[in-house]
């Protein structure tokens, strides 16, 4: 136990350990001190300035990086206080393009928020905005300097939390910008779209790179055919984005809502989440059984994936040749869809709603065209969907609950937390299990694998059909910083059988393209909200998903068959530290 | 040993290596060989003489002549007259006013004793003249313990510009257990009008490592670092030699004097940033970092450099600290007031006669040391206003002209002592085209770390550029003060902090000037 | 190709500035590279991004190719106040560049530069490791011809 430190805040006594800062010590007196760049998830940058605080007996200091002392005695409200805030906002707003009503972050944009709560007015201090290029060279991710307040979250989040290290500062003093290196744009940066800084940016500067106008385009046209998947973490967040219970999970209003707004089929990436399950988990049989390449690593997320090829390429070769379930998707619609339905694959239009940036750069990547055509045309985050649905003019909240088309619409438990950290490992092993023990796992809630720690790790026992046993040492990282840790410790040689990664901390509700500001704590209750439709499914695992196993029986013939090879699954790169460019192939598709 | 008839010290720093010392110099040599004087003539590259303006100057001892404005025309008259017939040039010789200057200027130093008198790219000359005297006091007599008390009992303050006190720094961290413990030397002097470190170092760099080794001794660093600007060239190339040199005589390295304590000193450059000034943004340099200063706490005293205690002082304080070790704190109280002992070394430019620096005792008149030691006010012009403690100082004007230079008269004035430079300006000064040089300054060097800092000092550079072309409006003023008043109280480091000062001071007292350009 | 400048560093981050300095000091067009910066990273073990942020925060560092002779004129208020402004007025004449700009034939590049603590000789500019003080446009005029006429 840390030492204890009494003070007050605003009269109010509180008692905090020893070491915390100003700012969260208010917090427990119920003083929200206002701030452009602290946020709770990171390390204070302390670049704003707006946090000072009056304390008695001494200057003023920052709330965010202060530590508390014993008897402090803290004011977060004075006419001081007051106008010394108003005078920073406003030369914040002075180097600030303000464009609020078309910004992607207005109603949520901190600074908007800020300047209205002080109640700034037009000011007279001269504009000091010298207008910069917007960097569109990313597929996935746009940044506009011009919006930029510098407030460090974003560094933070990429160089720390993610250890990706595609942004930087260039310059010094007002010049100072946050860009790539020698401002190459993020396209040709480490940047593995993950979008965690456009998640924890205040203010709209970083942001995805849209595709609404395209599928708003797609649906107005009437000879496009026009389909929709949506990931499991997307049905997590909607409820909280339009006044619902945020515990609810939307997706019968989720089908609606895309129904209503023209897409021709409405399906779900779930489905190929099964079967992914299918795909990987036969996969990971092979590879134990057989004495091949261990550990293996899952493959769902292309943030990771764009990671190992630059920083890990060394484990190529563990990580399953699986593409992720978008993709799979986006194959199986241009082909097995189009077969059965009959309908001219160049005439359908692919959209996938997904809580992720990086998709949209996954799915222009040069490999992922195995059905002829690119597989996925459109990403839209669930940030881009919040927006059309809005646009649409559905009341979200009272429409009635649907149902997703059959053929490639049905799902199982197991696919609904892929969503969260862990879920993958937890699907995996219920079908793994089955297939070697050739029965289902007594309870199916695998706990270890579920919960926000960086790494969780387990050592499993299944039984083998012949009475064998099969010892198993899985691990879970969620985070790129943690998958980091977890991969350094595979490249020493540490024995691990399965191993789930994660881009983004708490999976995939905890994505780059999930409403702006997602805390740690927003992300562990949408995860908790899978868990829970788990919980409730009445089918658990991804092999008694009987639209995959019907897509097996009609179409793909075997897991892991020579047909899923040549549409399921895809190979690796390695790619530069410095501009992310494709250096070599590292594996090689069957 | 041998023995010279006459030695000639030749200043050779950045100012006399501008005027073509170097040129001069090997023309004297050259000379001097001709006529067969090399074995009875010693020539002596030394630092500074303390004068400035006056071109190459070299001193001959032991008849104290002084030659100013040296051209390579003079050299051979020099040789023949002095030198071979014992006639000293008067007419190059430095004249009276600059004599008195010069003389005077000597009188009471303390950190540049030596400066101009040695040749610094020789060890033996510090030795001579008492150099490492204090070390071996330190370490052989001394406890860690005494000499911190020492020191804190000398009154000696950081002469950065903060004027925290010394003696009570090194007390925070003397008694931390650590594996390894740092001590560094701010050499980083980027103060605009402040050159005094850079003369310390040139003039007697063995001084500045003495201060380090009884510093480090005191509060149990065994590694001490000189972050120095890559500026300062000259000042590199002398540290090098003393340090390499220092090792040769078992001053520094392992097992010192076999006292069982161990040394070692390196050199960290800079890459031209004045904010790395700062002691978290030096330090975050040094590690190989941007310049953007850290949080504190934790104090760097308690966990710097590569999170090890590390103590961070400027140049000139340490070179006070041999002679404290010497003279006891007694004799160091002795000079200046109570509470900012010690003497000052002040630099003085702009629109005087003779800019250049001094060491006086704390507590100095400005007036007097514009007058005394700057020379006065430039010939048949009057003192407008004096810009005080560097840029991010305080324009007084000539109702102030008799505060005292220390800490406390200054603080009276809403002023700092900064770091010791005074620019002066008389009656054809702007003071708005001088607060906008200013501001310009710190626009330009702010670090961009924090947002108050880096846009409060964009929309200073605005304001006072409009209002330097006149198109000023009168709530520019306003907006000025409520910019800089917001970035006092915000601005993440001293920097941002700092430029209240100039810019109230510059309102307050020179309103005229900005009224003029306002319609 | 640096190897012969990092044989004498330690492969340690806080040797990053001494190997920028000198890969700059060496390089005839007194610049650091893109290409530099990957070395230096490959050899220190550190992000390109980090040396990119270090090298652009740094005023003594160039990411762009400059002259053969680098003048750095201060512009500090004691040079100021002894006619900096003046003597910028002048270089850009004689050398038709603005501050910040390489001449066309390549032979020098025109910086301003915080105070290089010569004020005693207002005011002050460098030509490369060189220091010039007491600057009048007459003397400017036979400065910049001694280095445009071949003798430096």
């Given at each position: 136990?840390?030492?204890?430190?009494?003070?007050?805040?605003?009269?109010?006594?509180?008692?905090?350990?020893?070491?915390?800062?100003?700012?969260?010590?208010?917090?427990?007196?119920?003083?929200?001190?206002?701030?452009?760049?602290?946020?709770?998830?990171?390390?204070?940058?302390?670049?704003?300035?707006?946090?000072?605080?009056?304390?008695?007996?001494?200057?003023?200091?920052?709330?965010?990086?202060?530590?508390?002392?014993?008897?402090?005695?803290?004011?977060?409200?004075?006419?001081?206080?007051?106008?010394?805030?108003?005078?920073?906002?406003?030369?914040?707003?002075?180097?600030?393009?303000?464009?609020?009503?078309?910004?992607?972050?207005?109603?949520?944009?901190?600074?908007?928020?800020?300047?209205?709560?002080?109640?700034?007015?037009?000011?007279?201090?001269?504009?000091?905005?010298?207008?910069?290029?917007?960097?569109?060279?990313?597929?996935?991710?746009?940044?506009?300097?011009?919006?930029?307040?510098?407030?460090?979250?974003?560094?933070?989040?990429?160089?720390?939390?993610?250890?990706?290290?595609?942004?930087?500062?260039?310059?010094?003093?007002?010049?100072?910008?946050?860009?790539?290196?020698?401002?190459?744009?993020?396209?040709?940066?480490?940047?593995?779209?993950?979008?965690?800084?456009?998640?924890?940016?205040?203010?709209?500067?970083?942001?995805?790179?849209?595709?609404?106008?395209?599928?708003?385009?797609?649906?107005?046209?009437?000879?496009?055919?026009?389909?929709?998947?949506?990931?499991?973490?997307?049905?997590?967040?909607?409820?909280?984005?339009?006044?619902?219970?945020?515990?609810?999970?939307?997706?019968?209003?989720?089908?609606?809502?895309?129904?209503?707004?023209?897409?021709?089929?409405?399906?779900?990436?779930?489905?190929?989440?099964?079967?992914?399950?299918?795909?990987?988990?036969?996969?990971?049989?092979?590879?134990?059984?057989?004495?091949?390449?261990?550990?293996?690593?899952?493959?769902?997320?292309?943030?990771?994936?764009?990671?190992?090829?630059?920083?890990?390429?060394?484990?190529?070769?563990?990580?399953?040749?699986?593409?992720?379930?978008?993709?799979?998707?986006?194959?199986?619609?241009?082909?097995?869809?189009?077969?059965?339905?009959?309908?001219?694959?160049?005439?359908?239009?692919?959209?996938?709603?997904?809580?992720?940036?990086?998709?949209?750069?996954?799915?222009?990547?040069?490999?992922?065209?195995?059905?002829?055509?690119?597989?996925?045309?459109?990403?839209?985050?669930?940030?881009?969907?919040?927006?059309?649905?809005?646009?649409?003019?559905?009341?979200?909240?009272?429409?009635?609950?649907?149902?997703?088309?059959?053929?490639?619409?049905?799902?199982?438990?197991?696919?609904?937390?892929?969503?969260?950290?862990?879920?993958?490992?937890?699907?995996?092993?219920?079908?793994?299990?089955?297939?070697?023990?050739?029965?289902?796992?007594?309870?199916?809630?695998?706990?270890?694998?579920?919960?926000?720690?960086?790494?969780?790790?387990?050592?499993?026992?299944?039984?083998?059909?012949?009475?064998?046993?099969?010892?198993?040492?899985?691990?879970?990282?969620?985070?790129?910083?943690?998958?980091?840790?977890?991969?350094?410790?595979?490249?020493?040689?540490?024995?691990?059988?399965?191993?789930?990664?994660?881009?983004?901390?708490?999976?995939?509700?905890?994505?780059?393209?999930?409403?702006?500001?997602?805390?740690?704590?927003?992300?562990?209750?949408?995860?908790?909200?899978?868990?829970?439709?788990?919980?409730?499914?009445?089918?658990?695992?991804?092999?008694?998903?009987?639209?995959?196993?019907?897509?097996?029986?009609?179409?793909?013939?075997?897991?892991?068959?020579?047909?899923?090879?040549?549409?399921?699954?895809?190979?690796?790169?390695?790619?530069?530290?410095?501009?992310?460019?494709?250096?070599?192939?590292?594996?090689?598709?069957? | 040993?041998?023995?010279?008839?006459?030695?000639?010290l030749?200043g050779?720093d950045?100012?006399?290596?501008?005027?073509?010392?170097?040129?001069?110099?090997?023309?004297?040599?050259?000379?001097?060989?001709?006529?067969?004087?090399?074995?009875?003539?010693?020539?002596?590259?030394t630092g500074t003489l303390g004068?400035?303006?006056?071109?190459?100057?070299?001193?001959?001892?032991?008849?104290?002549?002084?030659?100013?404005?040296?051209?390579?025309?003079?050299?051979?008259?020099?040789?023949?007259?002095?030198?071979?017939?014992?006639?000293?040039?008067?007419?190059?010789?430095?004249?009276?006013?600059?004599?008195?200057?010069?003389?005077?200027n000597y009188?009471?130093r303390i950190v540049l004793a030596n400066s101009g008198k040695i040749n610094p790219?020789?060890?033996?000359?510090y030795?001579?003249a008492?150099?490492?005297?204090?070390?071996?006091?330190?370490?052989?007599?001394?406890?860690?313990?005494?000499?911190?008390?020492?020191?804190?009992?000398?009154?000696?303050?950081?002469?950065?510009?903060?004027?925290?006190?010394?003696?009570?720094?090194?007390?925070?961290?003397?008694?931390?257990?650590?594996?390894?413990?740092?001590?560094?030397?701010?050499?980083?002097?980027?103060?605009?009008?402040?050159?005094k470190?850079r003369l310390i170092m040139e003039g007697d760099p063995h001084k500045l490592?003495?201060?380090?080794?009884?510093?480090?001794?005191?509060?149990?660093?065994?590694?001490?670092?000189?972050?120095?600007?890559?500026?300062?060239?000259?000042?590199?190339?002398?540290?090098?030699?003393?340090?390499?040199?220092?090792?040769?005589?078992?001053?520094?390295?392992?097992?010192?004097?076999?006292?069982?304590?161990?040394?070692?000193?390196?050199?960290?450059?800079?890459?031209?940033?004045?904010?790395?000034?700062?002691?978290?943004?030096?330090?975050?340099?040094?590690?190989?970092?941007?310049?953007?200063?850290?949080?504190?706490?934790?104090?760097?005293?308690?966990?710097?450099?590569?999170?090890?205690?590390?103590?961070?002082?400027?140049?000139?304080?340490?070179a006070?600290?041999?002679?404290?070790?010497?003279?006891?704190?007694?004799?160091?109280?002795?000079?200046?007031?109570?509470?900012?002992?010690?003497?000052?070394v002040?630099?003085?430019?702009?629109?005087?006669?003779?800019?250049?620096l001094?060491e006086?005792?704390?507590?100095?008149?400005?007036?007097?040391?514009?007058?005394?030691?700057?020379?006065?006010?430039?010939?048949?012009?009057?003192?407008?206003?004096?810009?005080?403690?560097?840029?991010?100082?305080?324009?007084?004007?000539?109702?102030?002209?008799?505060?005292?230079?220390?800490?406390?008269?200054?603080?009276?004035?809403?002023?700092?002592?900064?770091?010791?430079?005074?620019?002066?300006?008389?009656?054809?000064?702007?003071?708005?085209?001088?607060?906008?040089?200013?501001?310009?300054?710190?626009?330009?060097?702010?670090?961009?770390?924090?947002?108050?800092?880096?846009?409060?000092?964009?929309?200073?550079?605005?304001?006072?550029?409009?209002?330097?072309?006149?198109?000023?409006?009168?709530?520019?003023?306003?907006?000025?003060?409520?910019?800089?008043?917001?970035?006092?109280?915000?601005?993440?480091?001293?920097?941002?902090?700092?430029?209240?000062?100039?810019?109230?001071?510059?309102?307050?007292?020179?309103?005229?000037?900005?009224?003029?350009?306002?319609? | 190709?640096?190897?012969?400048?990092?044989?004498?560093?330690?492969?340690?981050?806080?040797?990053?500035?001494?190997?920028?300095?000198?890969?700059?000091?060496?390089?005839?067009?007194?610049?650091?590279?893109?290409?530099?910066?990957?070395?230096?990273?490959?050899?220190?073990?550190?992000?390109?991004?980090?040396?990119?942020?270090?090298?652009?925060?740094?005023?003594?560092?160039?990411?762009?190719?400059?002259?053969?002779?680098?003048?750095?004129?201060?512009?500090?208020?004691?040079?100021?106040?002894?006619?900096?402004?003046?003597?910028?007025?002048?270089?850009?004449?004689?050398?038709?560049?603005?501050?910040?700009?390489?001449?066309?034939?390549?032979?020098?590049?025109?910086?301003?530069?915080?105070?290089?603590?010569?004020?005693?000789?207002?005011?002050?500019?460098?030509?490369?490791?060189?220091?010039?003080?007491?600057?009048?446009?007459?003397?400017?005029?036979?400065?910049?011809?001694?280095?445009?006429?071949?003798?430096?």
């Open positions: 136990m840390s030492k204890m430190i009494n003070l007050t805040v605003d009269g109010i006594e509180v008692q905090v350990p020893e070491g915390t800062a100003i700012i969260s010590a208010a917090k427990k007196a119920g003083k929200n001190i206002p701030t452009l760049c602290y946020h709770p998830d990171l390390p204070a940058t302390a670049n704003c300035g707006v946090c000072v605080v009056e304390i008695e007996k001494s200057p003023l200091k920052r709330a965010c990086c202060t530590p508390v002392w014993e008897g402090m005695n803290v004011t977060t409200n004075s006419h001081k206080l007051r106008e010394l805030r108003k005078t920073l906002v406003e030369l914040t707003l002075s180097n600030h393009d303000v464009v609020c009503p078309t910004c992607v972050q207005n109603g949520k944009c901190e600074l908007q928020d800020l300047a209205y709560h002080l109640g700034i007015q037009a000011s007279d201090l001269p504009s000091l905005l010298e207008k910069k290029p917007i960097d569109y060279s990313s597929p996935s991710i746009v940044r506009d300097p011009n919006k930029c307040i510098n407030c460090g979250r974003c560094i933070t989040v990429c160089a720390q939390t993610q250890t990706v290290f595609a942004l930087t500062l260039d310059g010094r003093g007002f010049e100072t910008m946050v860009t790539t290196s020698f401002d190459r744009g993020m396209a040709n940066s480490p940047c593995v779209n993950c979008g965690q800084c456009t998640v924890y940016c205040p203010v709209g500067a970083l942001r995805e790179q849209t595709h609404i106008d395209s599928v708003w385009d797609a649906l107005l046209d009437p000879d496009k055919y026009v389909i929709v998947q949506e990931a499991p973490a997307v049905r997590a967040t909607l409820g909280e984005e339009f006044g619902m219970n945020p515990e609810e999970v939307t997706v019968g209003k989720m089908y609606a809502a895309l129904r209503s707004m023209g897409f021709d089929r409405v399906f779900d990436t779930n489905f190929t989440a099964d079967l992914t399950i299918m795909e990987e988990g036969m996969e990971l049989i092979n590879r134990v059984v057989t004495g091949g390449k261990l550990p293996v690593i899952t493959s769902c997320s292309p943030g990771w994936i764009k990671f190992m090829e630059t920083y890990f390429p060394c484990v190529a070769e563990n990580v399953s040749t699986c593409k992720s379930p978008q993709q799979m998707f986006g194959t199986m619609i241009k082909t097995y869809f189009a077969e059965k339905e009959g309908i001219d694959p160049s005439k359908i239009v692919s959209v996938s709603i997904m809580p992720c940036t990086a998709k949209k750069f996954e799915a222009q990547r040069p490999e992922m065209r195995d059905s002829g055509f690119q597989d996925v045309d459109y990403v839209l985050t669930t940030r881009e969907l919040i927006r059309m649905i809005e646009e649409a003019g559905l009341d979200f909240k009272n429409l009635p609950d649907e149902k997703a088309d059959n053929l490639m619409g049905e799902y199982t438990g197991a696919a609904t937390i892929f969503g969260a950290t862990g879920g993958v490992m937890e699907a995996a092993v219920r079908t793994a299990y089955f297939v070697l023990a050739g029965k289902e796992m007594a309870d199916l809630n695998l706990t270890p694998f579920r919960g926000m720690a960086g790494i969780k790790e387990a050592n499993l026992v299944v039984p083998l059909k012949d009475g064998g046993e099969l010892p198993l040492h899985v691990a879970v990282a969620h985070g790129l910083g943690n998958a980091r840790k977890l991969m350094e410790r595979v490249v020493a040689g540490e024995v691990f059988h399965f191993i789930e990664i994660m881009a983004c901390p708490g999976g995939c509700v905890g994505g780059g393209g999930q409403p702006f500001g997602s805390s740690i704590a927003d992300r562990a209750r949408r995860g908790q909200s899978l868990y829970k439709e788990d919980a409730a499914a009445v089918k658990r695992t991804s092999h008694s998903n009987s639209e995959v196993m019907k897509a097996y029986a009609d179409f793909l013939g075997e897991p892991n068959s020579h047909k899923a090879h040549q549409l399921l699954h895809t190979n690796y790169f390695e790619r530069s530290k410095v501009t992310g460019d494709c250096v070599k192939a590292v594996t090689h598709k069957h | 040993m041998k023995f010279y008839r006459s030695h000639i030749i050779i950045d100012s006399s290596l501008a005027a073509g010392v170097k040129e001069i110099e090997a023309l004297l040599r050259s000379e001097l060989q001709k006529n067969n004087l090399s074995d009875e003539i010693n020539i002596l590259e004068l400035f303006g006056t071109g190459v100057s070299m001193t001959v001892f032991p008849e104290q002549v002084t030659y100013v404005n040296l051209t390579a025309a003079d050299v051979p008259e020099i040789v023949s007259e002095h030198f071979l017939k014992g006639r000293p040039v008067t007419r190059l010789a430095l004249k009276a006013p600059l004599k008195k200057h010069y003389d005077y009188k009471n790219e020789d060890i033996k000359d030795l001579a008492g150099g490492y005297e204090a070390w071996e006091k330190a370490l052989l007599i001394m406890q860690p313990g005494e000499v911190v008390d020492e020191v804190k009992a000398s009154g000696l303050r950081g002469r950065g510009g903060a004027g925290f006190p010394t003696g009570l720094k090194w007390s925070f961290t003397a008694p931390i257990k650590a594996e390894q413990k740092l001590f560094v030397i701010n050499a980083d002097e980027g103060e605009p009008g402040t050159f470190d490592l003495e201060g380090i080794m009884i510093g480090s001794y005191a509060v149990g660093a065994t590694k001490a670092y000189i972050y120095i600007r890559g500026e300062y060239k000259l000042c590199i190339h002398r540290l090098e030699i003393a340090i390499k040199d220092a090792y040769e005589y078992g001053l520094l390295g392992n097992n010192i004097f076999d006292s069982g304590f161990d040394l070692d000193i390196y050199i960290k450059i800079g890459a031209g940033a004045y904010v790395c000034g700062e002691e978290t943004a030096l330090i975050e340099s040094m590690e190989g970092n941007r310049g953007n200063p850290r949080s504190k706490p934790p104090f760097p005293g308690v966990q710097g450099a590569w999170q090890l205690p590390t103590v961070v002082n400027n140049v000139e304080t340490i006070n600290v041999p002679a404290i070790i010497t003279n006891g704190s007694e004799w160091y109280k002795g000079y200046g007031p109570d509470g900012c002992s010690g003497t000052k002040f630099t003085i430019m702009g629109d005087v006669n003779l800019p250049g001094c006086v005792d704390m507590g100095t008149s400005l007036r007097t040391i514009i007058d005394e030691f700057g020379g006065g006010v430039k010939e048949g012009h009057q003192f407008k206003a004096a810009l005080v403690g560097g840029a991010a100082g305080v324009f007084l004007p000539i109702e102030r002209l008799d505060v005292n230079m220390d800490y406390n008269s200054l603080r009276n004035y809403a002023a700092v002592l900064g770091s010791g430079a005074i620019l002066v300006m008389d009656e054809r000064a702007d003071i708005v085209d001088m607060l906008y040089s200013v501001i310009r300054f710190f626009r330009h060097e702010s670090c961009g770390k924090c947002s108050p800092c880096a846009n409060g000092n964009e929309m200073l550079y605005k304001l006072i550029s409009k209002i330097r072309k006149g198109k000023g409006a009168p709530e520019d003023l306003y907006n000025m003060d409520k910019v800089a008043e917001a970035m006092f109280h915000s601005s993440f480091c001293a920097l941002g902090q700092s430029l209240v000062m100039p810019i109230r001071s510059a309102i307050e007292h020179f309103k005229a000037d900005f009224l003029k350009r306002i319609n | 190709m640096y190897e012969e400048i990092f044989k004498k560093y330690t492969p340690e981050k806080e040797n990053l500035i001494y190997i920028l300095h000198e890969i700059q000091d060496t390089h005839p067009q007194q610049y650091i590279s893109e290409e530099a910066v990957e070395w230096v990273a490959e050899y220190l073990q550190i992000e390109p991004s980090h040396i990119f942020g270090v090298l652009t925060f740094y005023t003594m560092f160039s990411t762009k190719p400059r002259g053969k002779n680098i003048i750095r004129l201060c512009e500090s208020p004691p040079c100021f106040l002894r006619g900096s402004e003046k003597m910028l007025k002048r270089l850009a004449q004689l050398l038709k560049v603005k501050a910040g700009e390489t001449t066309s034939d390549g032979l020098f590049t025109l910086e301003l530069c915080a105070c290089l603590g010569v004020c005693g000789n207002a005011p002050v500019m460098m030509i490369n490791e060189d220091v010039y003080g007491d600057l009048t446009e007459e003397k400017l005029d036979k400065i910049i011809a001694s280095y445009t006429g071949g003798e430096k």
